[in-house]
């Protein structure tokens, strides 16, 4: 979006959109590398929004630009290179930043593409607490339309390259893409590492001016009176950068403004899409969701945390005399310190309590899983080496990240509930969702850990002297104090009034806390572990069933020679796809997560035996088919939400079985319409002209009665028939021997006469050898059959 005293675009603006279309990719970066390097600053300034725009995507999602999310080495190896060098820290795009912000130009950013609480916040003319928006908005000129952030060219940059992961999401994709291997991807991580490295400080610009430094953005009037909420915030930029000259600006405060301005505009693109009161109105199941999360966005948040986590744990050891703290420390060591709780804790924790309620109950909730567990284990990504041991142990969580647990305690507590409310109503048959399961348990079945999280709900539930509820909620509010680099607050020593604070801060000073280790948590944990039981014996019943079937194949049930079986209710499930390796794996996590979660809140093996006696006796007496739960009343038997819930996941289901004539069942799925109804037709003639026949037949003593006997009637089906209350006028069905040619009409058998057939034809058999063969071997089967079912035993009539 050009900057609004643009009128015209230049020559060179024509020039460079032409090239887009007349010239390939890697020619025209190298182009503008060339311009970059030797064009003045004014000439640049005015194709520095379009090049931007090109690069990255309009805001409203028509231009694609370079399409970085679907941009792969794999696919395309010239087009990625060059895309990743063109756009790298020290390449030629942030040169052109560089040189734009050396001579202060400002570009304007619609406030209308600004996350939803933002938008809502400036256009009620209310300042948002985050400092990245102060001083910066303004109204538009005569005759312009809507509000506009007015950006240095970094932030203008950064606010593009952060937002095309929201925008552009109907991008077109040709192939399958890893979102953790695109060019996006690769950037998000390449600029975490540059400007929050974890060793070291951020590389100082490239400056063109010699013996200068870039200035950094100086404070500016606000175009119109704003009421903040909370605290005024003095900008860390305004601090330790605009209140000196800039040739003799500090190289690390010359950092900071650009960590501390990259960690907000990506906070602040990826995570305030929630406020706390739009976060308590999306309670409600009825309220519709204003913005809805991707996978590709989950994931790119986990890598954010991550860093965040290996930045904050680089932290050097903390003096221990507070007068070499305040001559030492510098202030990017002061930013990993304050890093997580002050900018990211609140957003992250609204983005994940909205995900855990909100995200379908399929597996692409492992990507919102693992950011989760990922912040919760800020030591995985401590850079001391764990001890090495010969033994295969779990590593203890040491007693130092105490304070971590009791200051994220809605974290681990709050969302773990939130998580077995999702177990509850997943189906644990299936392999990734009994992995999910299996992670969780193991993460919280750390040893000390659990210890730990039950200390911080001790001291939360700590009677309190009177706390005011302005104190609760800007205790840990961003607002505080101003910037985190001004005079540190006095250190609080009272944990429980840390734990407090946090909660209360989180969610207001009304909020109802529901202990992790207490009574109504420890009941949903037992129902999680009865439908873990569930589950593996339903992956038992269900693995049993596929060995029987593989064992009961023949050569000659797969040509659908046998009558079909009318009265399966065996639906299935998508273990009999994936196979008995996926049946094996299921078993194996839900087993462990078991035994987590009996470590975790300490379940006795009584309470597990009487939970495996329940579900065993639950089973029939084959112990494969289990009826939904339900309750008796005098309509008959009653649904119970559980046994919605076991229907709907597939994990239990009535026997249902056609009771009719079979020769009227519906047709099935495949089977050939129009087959079944010619041979019905058939069927029936040939059943009227011969029916006295087959009756002598079938009641003779000999072989060839008990042949026909076989294969002419079904004893079972009938008794079943003339006793069910469904028949009422059992004179008129036809209950004697028939012939059923329905088995012809089966894509199955049909394919296997066409293979007969063309297999004859290589042995050049023709037609009626070809029919004679099939004769010949389905007579051969029938006398087998015969023999196997009927034996020698002599007729009952």
């Known amino acids: 979006?050009?900057?609004?005293?643009?009128?015209?675009?230049?020559?060179?603006?024509?020039?460079?959109?032409?090239?887009?279309?007349?010239?390939?990719?890697?020619?025209?970066?190298?182009?503008?590398?060339?311009?970059?390097?030797?064009?003045?600053?004014?000439?640049?300034?005015?194709?520095?929004?379009?090049?931007?725009?090109?690069?990255?995507?309009?805001?409203?999602?028509?231009?694609?630009?370079?399409?970085?999310?679907?941009?792969?080495?794999?696919?395309?190896?010239?087009?990625?290179?060059?895309?990743?060098?063109?756009?790298?820290?020290?390449?030629?795009?942030?040169?052109?930043?560089?040189?734009?912000?050396?001579?202060?130009?400002?570009?304007?950013?619609?406030?209308?593409?600004?996350?939803?609480?933002?938008?809502?916040?400036?256009?009620?003319?209310?300042?948002?607490?985050?400092?990245?928006?102060?001083?910066?908005?303004?109204?538009?000129?005569?005759?312009?339309?809507?509000?506009?952030?007015?950006?240095?060219?970094?932030?203008?940059?950064?606010?593009?390259?952060?937002?095309?992961?929201?925008?552009?999401?109907?991008?077109?994709?040709?192939?399958?893409?890893?979102?953790?291997?695109?060019?996006?991807?690769?950037?998000?991580?390449?600029?975490?590492?540059?400007?929050?490295?974890?060793?070291?400080?951020?590389?100082?610009?490239?400056?063109?001016?010699?013996?200068?430094?870039?200035?950094?953005?100086?404070?500016?009037?606000?175009?119109?009176?704003?009421?903040?909420?909370?605290?005024?915030?003095?900008?860390?930029?305004?601090?330790?950068?605009?209140?000196?000259?800039?040739?003799?600006?500090?190289?690390?405060?010359?950092?900071?403004?650009r960590s501390e301005t990259l960690l907000q505009i990506f906070v602040e693109m990826w995570l305030h899409h929630y406020s706390l009161e739009m976060y308590q109105k999306m309670q409600s199941p009825h309220v519709k969701e204003s913005f809805k999360p991707t996978e590709e966005h989950v994931l790119?948040?986990?890598?954010?945390?991550?860093?965040?986590?290996?930045?904050?744990?680089?932290?050097?050891?903390?003096?221990?005399?507070?007068?070499?703290?305040?001559?030492?420390?510098?202030?990017?060591?002061?930013?990993?310190?304050?890093?997580?709780?002050?900018?990211?804790?609140?957003?992250?924790?609204?983005?994940?309590?909205?995900?855990?309620?909100?995200?379908?109950?399929?597996?692409?909730?492992?990507?919102?899983?693992?950011?989760?567990?990922?912040?919760?284990?800020?030591?995985?990504?401590?850079?001391?080496?764990?001890?090495?041991?010969?033994?295969?142990?779990?590593?203890?969580?040491?007693?130092?990240?105490?304070?971590?647990?009791?200051?994220?305690?809605?974290?681990?507590?709050?969302?773990?509930?939130?998580?077995?409310?999702?177990?509850?109503?997943?189906?644990?048959?299936?392999?990734?969702?009994?992995?999910?399961?299996?992670?969780?348990?193991?993460?919280?079945?750390?040893?000390?850990?659990?210890?730990?999280?039950?200390?911080?709900?001790?001291?939360?539930?700590?009677?309190?002297?009177?706390?005011?509820?302005?104190?609760?909620?800007?205790?840990?509010?961003?607002?505080?104090?101003?910037?985190?680099?001004?005079?540190r607050s006095p250190a609080v020593t009272d944990a429980s009034f840390k734990v407090k604070s946090h909660v209360y801060s989180l969610e207001g000073q009304d909020f109802q806390y529901k202990q992790m280790f207490g009574t109504e948590v420890r009941n949903l944990v037992l129902k999680l572990a009865q439908l873990i039981c569930q589950a593996q014996q339903t992956a038992k019943s269900i693995s049993d069933h596929s060995a029987e079937t593989m064992a009961s194949q023949s050569f000659f049930s797969w040509f659908r020679f046998t009558p079909s079986e009318v009265n399966g209710s065996y639906t299935g499930n998508d273990l009999d796809e994936i196979g008995q390796d996926s049946i094996k794996k299921t078993d194996e996590y839900l087993e462990k997560a078991l035994e987590y979660l009996c470590q975790i809140f300490k379940l006795s093996e009584a309470q597990l035996t009487q939970m495996m006696m329940k579900c065993g006796t639950a089973q029939d007496e084959n112990g494969k088919k289990q009826l939904p739960d339900c309750i008796a009343s005098e309509n008959g038997l009653i649904l119970t939400p559980l046994g919605r819930y076991q229907i709907i996941n597939g994990l239990r289901r009535f026997e249902l079985q056609y009771q009719g004539d079979t020769e009227l069942q519906p047709i099935r799925s495949y089977e050939n319409a129009a087959l079944v109804r010619l041979l019905f037709r058939l069927s029936s003639a040939l059943n009227e002209r011969f029916a006295d026949q087959m009756e002598v037949l079938c009641s003779r003593d000999d072989f060839v009665g008990r042949l026909c006997r076989y294969h002419l009637t079904n004893p079972q089906l009938i008794q079943k028939i003339r006793y069910s209350p469904v028949v009422r006028d059992r004179t008129s069905h036809n209950w004697g021997p028939r012939i059923s040619l329905r088995f012809l009409a089966s894509y199955r058998t049909l394919i296997s006469l066409l293979m007969i057939y063309f297999l004859a034809s290589w042995f050049y058999v023709g037609p009626v050898g070809c029919t004679f063969i099939i004769l010949i071997g389905y007579f051969l089967y029938a006398v087998i059959m015969t023999f196997f079912f009927e034996g020698w035993k002599p007729h009952e009539h």
């Not at 928006?133 to 312009?144: E, I």
């Open 1 to 257: 979006m050009a900057a609004p005293h643009l009128q015209q675009p230049s020559f060179l603006l024509a020039t460079l959109k032409a090239d887009c279309v007349n010239k390939p990719f890697a020619q025209r970066c190298r182009d503008l590398e060339t311009l970059i390097e030797e064009l003045p600053a004014k000439e640049l300034h005015g194709i520095f929004p379009w090049l931007v725009e090109s690069i990255f995507g309009s805001l409203d999602g028509i231009i694609v630009g370079w399409n970085l999310r679907c941009l792969q080495g794999r696919t395309n190896p010239n087009e990625y290179s060059v895309a990743l060098d063109f756009l790298d820290p020290s390449g030629p795009m942030m040169k052109l930043v560089y040189k734009l912000q050396a001579e202060e130009y400002r570009y304007d950013f619609p406030v209308s593409y600004l996350p939803g609480p933002v938008k809502a916040s400036i256009q009620e003319q209310v300042l948002p607490e985050c400092s990245l928006y102060h001083n910066k908005v303004q109204f538009p000129s005569s005759g312009g339309l809507g509000l506009n952030l007015a950006l240095n060219p970094f932030e203008y940059y950064m606010f593009y390259f952060a937002i095309s992961l929201i925008t552009q999401k109907n991008s077109p994709v040709t192939h399958h893409v890893s979102p953790s291997n695109s060019a996006y991807f690769i950037l998000v991580d390449t600029y975490l590492k540059c400007f929050l490295p974890t060793e070291g400080s951020v590389l100082p610009p490239p400056s063109s001016n010699p013996g200068g430094a870039i200035p950094s953005p100086t404070p500016r009037s606000p175009a119109v009176p704003f009421s903040s909420y909370g605290m005024h915030h003095t900008s860390l930029l305004k601090r330790h950068i605009a209140h000196q000259p800039s040739v003799n600006a500090d190289p690390a405060s010359q950092e900071i403004w």
């Open 300 to 487: 790119v948040v986990r890598l954010l945390v991550k860093h965040l986590h290996a930045f904050s744990n680089s932290l050097k050891p903390e003096p221990l005399s507070p007068s070499a703290h305040s001559h030492t420390a510098s202030p990017l060591e002061e930013f990993k310190r304050v890093v997580i709780p002050r900018f990211v804790q609140e957003k992250l924790y609204i983005f994940l309590q909205h995900c855990f309620g909100h995200w379908p109950l399929d597996a692409s909730f492992r990507a919102v899983l693992e950011m989760w567990l990922s912040y919760l284990q800020p030591w995985r990504y401590a850079p001391e080496k764990p001890p090495q041991s010969t033994e295969p142990l779990p590593r203890s969580v040491s007693d130092k990240w105490a304070a971590f647990i009791q200051e994220n305690l809605l974290m681990y507590t709050k969302l773990f509930v939130g998580f077995l409310n999702r177990a509850l109503r997943t189906d644990l048959v299936s392999p990734k969702n009994a992995l999910m399961v299996f992670r969780v348990a193991k993460v919280f079945a750390q040893p000390n850990l659990a210890e730990m999280i039950l200390k911080g709900e001790q001291l939360f539930l700590e009677p309190e002297l009177v706390i005011p509820h302005r104190q609760h909620r800007l205790f840990m509010s961003p607002t505080l104090g101003g910037s985190f680099l001004s005079s």
